[in-house]
């Protein structure tokens, strides 16, 4: 795709009106926009006739990272991704954990640039075997996020969306078929909560979820954050669990999170350790095969077992691999049950570090 200027690119979802606005047809919020306005994304303006992405080749900071922060614990175990964002987000989130990067409605506040082959080469030259696009949603900046990816195939490394899967069904099989991993931050399992607290649907976010877990080929895993009196009962966490086994099956993984107090909702509890617990309870008993506690140190909850013997056969102590008892292709060393998932070869040994860097001062090797 060639920029229009430096950071503009044209984008493609998005029709006229017949009262002279466009509409974007990016995701489900159907921003209709007159000339110079931008989406509640903040990325996407109207320029002339068109809808544009403003930010192209701009990003809000790079760091290499476990790929089980983002987190994804079933896809390549133990290595290390090249993490980046931009900025805006499609969703109006209260509690977001990263505020002052996906609300961020000025663009020129992005301080680092780099075109997706400078990007990709990076992260090669920084024994990275993944990209992930996080910190904020790729789906509003989809187009620098898909030519990310592609550079990273062309130096055979992976590409990962870290998105809370609030895009329209087109713009969606185009972004996901450049994907190979996604973590989808299902946010809670009521219209109620995601209307209040989100300003979006819930049925936009599970159809994505079927979608990339009935027909695509993207690793899919969902994270869900829970928050004490808002979306963590008993009840709530029994239908979300019940509704993923019984429309995605038993070996997509879920990442119960701890929420701290941020942004709009700072007067509200820390989760509690025993409400993770509890969540994880309810999901191994509803058949969910690999559920997982995050945010917190568990080691119990953040480890992986084997579903058919139970063995614990990937040890976690925070993001940092223990006890590594997987084969190369992630069968079970005890039993040979095969653990769900995405392996190439031994579990890699990034550890727990994080390595914030600028991306125009990476040594070349």
Known sequence: M????????????????????VQCDLCPRACKLRDGQRGLCSVRSRTGAEVVLTSYGRSSGFCVDPVEKKPLNHFLPGSAVLSFGTAG???????????????????DTLSQQASPETIALAAKRLGAASLAFTYNDPVPSMEFAMDCADAAHELGLRAIAVTAGY???EP?????????????????FTEGFYKQLCGAKLGAVL??????????EVWLEVTNLLIPGANDSDTEIDAMTSWLLAHLGQDV????????PDFKMTDWPPTPRGTLARARRIALANGVRYAYTGNVHDTEGGSTYCPACGTRVVERDGYALGEYHLTGHGHCQHCGTRCAGVYDGPAGTWGARCQPLCISRVPER
């Open 2 to 21: 060639e920029p229009v200027d430096r950071f503009t690119v044209a984008t493609h979802y998005w029709h006229e009106l017949a009262d002279g606005r």
């Open 167 to 169: 895009v329209c069904p």
């Open 207 to 216: 159809d994505t979820l079927e979608y990339l877990g009935n027909e695509t």
């Open 89 to 107: 987000c499609n969703l109006a989130c209260r509690f977001c954990q990263n505020w002052d990067i996906s609300k961020c409605k000025q663009v």
């Open 253 to 260: 993984p879920l990442h119960f999170t701890a929420f701290h």
């Open 172 to 188: 969606r099989a185009e972004m996901f078929a450049h994907m190979d991993a996604a973590n989808v931050d299902l946010k809670a």
